[in-house]
């Protein structure tokens, strides 16, 4: 449904209102929400690129490494641009 037919059926005729009620009904139906959010924790292994993810997973909401020198977990920062996939032609 767009905003315009939102607009129609509820008889609102100022657009930027329209879509501030709209937000605050996104935030109201997102904060009555429960959150489930689980930890996952697996070792990285040589050679290995692929991992489990569970099956009930949504969303990802990050990534962190454990540095072994300072014994911290380091977040790996999310790629804000384009990505560039070529065909994989490893042949396992």
Do not use: C, H, W
């Amino acid at each position: 449904m767009t905003v315009q037919e939102i607009m129609e059926r509820t008889g609102i005729k100022e657009t930027g209102l329209a879509i501030a009620f709209i937000r605050d009904a996104f935030d109201l139906i997102q904060s009555q929400a429960p959150e489930n959010i689980k930890v996952v924790k697996q070792n990285i292994i040589d050679g290995e690129r692929d991992y489990y993810l569970p099956s009930d997973m949504v969303s990802l909401l990050s990534i962190s490494v454990k540095d072994t020198q300072d014994s911290k977990y380091k977040k790996i920062r999310r790629i804000s641009g384009g990505v560039n996939i070529t065909e994989d032609t490893d042949p396992e």
